[in-house]
């Protein structure tokens, strides 16, 4: 297991950087390594797939979420909104409204491709969004800062939709369709108020109880 993934850090990192060199996004040269080693890697580390990939997905919304710059966003507030809501909303709503004319699928069938095909890449946009803050293009106006939001924004909105709708149609209680929207708001509601009280104790256990001594510590307990 230990060997495989260091092989997946190491070989993807070089990908990457032999991508860079051949004038390529780097994304082409990590996909390339990871497709090759599908075939040679250990059965046990292709098995744990699926928890790496939400670790690894929730490592890079973390660090757009670490990226963001507060004050400027807060001008944009009701931009990255909007670009969080609206585009996936109508993206998923327009496939849906397709498949089912087109392809004679059901609607809520026509809606989970709409939440697959809408989602965006955050492995594409978070990078490129932190690279242009670092070269301080659009900085002042904070366009990085709400196109980083509005893709978060997104995704965890058709990640939301997706896992509800697989529920709706792997339910068996016809009438669970009527508790769809309570289950969004209750979700939503209690994702902002385990968020909220998390980084609360965070910050309480860092800034005043002195839990860390230095640096490494405090990465410890925020990654934990």
Known sequence: MLVGLIQIFVL???GGRAARW???PPLVGMIAVGMALGAVLAPEVLASAPQWRTLAVTVILMKAGLGLDWEKLKPQGSVALRLGFLPALG?????ALLAMVL???EWRIGLLLGCIIGAE???VIVPGMLRLKGLGWGVAKGI???ILTGSALSDVLLLLGFSLLMGQITSTWAGSILWLP???MGQIGLG???GAGGAWLLHRAVTRSRWTEHQGQDLILATG
């Open 103 to 105: 392809l004679g699928m």
């Open 144 to 146: 990085p800062d709400a």
């Open 22 to 24: 051949l004038q390529l």
């Open 182 to 184: 309570l289950q969004i």
């Open 12 to 14: 993807g990192f070089l």
């Open 121 to 123: 890449s955050p492995a």
């Open 91 to 95: 993206e998923a709503v327009v496939i």
């Open 192 to 194: 902002i108020a385990s």
